[in-house]
């Protein structure tokens, strides 16, 4: 079945500091790729949807100055925290829509911020 | 926005038992997704449902597509020490622009007893 590859798999960096996360489609060409956000004990939110070659759609209450988010080709979306806190530590998933629009999902990163 | 309701929330069971679980909404949905997720696992998806009223099963699971397109069930037959996990519901509107994303219900989660 179609893969996503997400990486890396755990963060731990300083207060301050900017993290990458990439998320991969390994067999298919995805134009949509989704970036979630997961909390302990709670539910997967959306926090962006990523379109290949133009810029990402944000949902309300997330920035878009503090979760960049880059589509620059079909198998390849990253998300960066930059200036991590904190409060920015959770889990992050991401998922990407097959030609068949079904979604699967990355395994998912754990960031933590000293 | 739309919301899910999910229940129950946790579920405590001898291994051999069957399993119920429900989401709700207040919205329409075109599809209807259950997912498993692992602890620092991204979720697995385990059904899809795309028409009103469909049932469809996955070696011992069965999720049906409510009639009125605001709910869905899944059921666990038999259960198994390897079903523990969290079990989330997720809706999807229209794929494709700003609808295309899920919205999850807040996870039921299970665990078996031997």
């Known amino acids: 079945g179609a893969v996503v590859s997400q990486h890396p798999s755990r963060v731990i960096c300083k207060s301050g500091t900017s993290v990458k996360i990439e998320c991969r489609s390994l067999?298919?060409?995805?134009?949509?790729m989704f970036w979630y956000r997961q909390f302990p004990k709670q539910s997967l939110m959306l926090m962006a949807t990523s379109n290949e070659g133009s810029k990402a759609t944000y949902e309300q209450g997330v920035e878009k100055d503090k979760f960049l988010i880059n589509h620059a080709s079909l198998t390849l979306s990253t998300l960066t925290v930059t200036s991590a806190h904190p409060e920015d530590s959770s889990f992050y998933i991401c998922?990407?829509?097959?030609?068949?629009?079904?979604?699967?999902f990355g395994s998912g990163t754990q960031l933590s911020v000293l | 926005g739309q919301q899910l309701n999910q229940s129950p929330q946790s579920m405590f069971i001898q291994e051999g038992e069957d399993v119920s679980m429900n989401c709700t909404s207040s919205?329409?949905?075109?599809?209807w997704l259950w997912y498993k997720q692992d602890p620092g696992e991204g979720p697995v998806l385990l059904i899809a449902l795309y028409k009103a009223g469909e049932l469809t099963s996955n070696g011992r699971l069965t999720a049906q597509f409510g009639i009125t397109r605001k709910d869905s069930f899944l059921n666990i037959s038999a259960s198994i020490p390897s079903d523990v996990g969290i079990y989330f519901c997720?809706?999807?509107?229209?794929?494709?622009?700003?609808?295309?994303?899920?919205?999850f219900g807040k996870g039921t989660k299970l665990s078996v007893k031997p």
């Open positions: 067999d298919f060409q995805a134009t949509t």
């Open positions: 997720a809706g999807q509107l229209i794929y494709g622009g700003s609808q295309g994303n899920l919205i």
């Open positions: 919205s329409i949905f075109n599809t």
């Open positions: 998922s990407a829509a097959d030609p068949n629009e079904k979604l699967f």
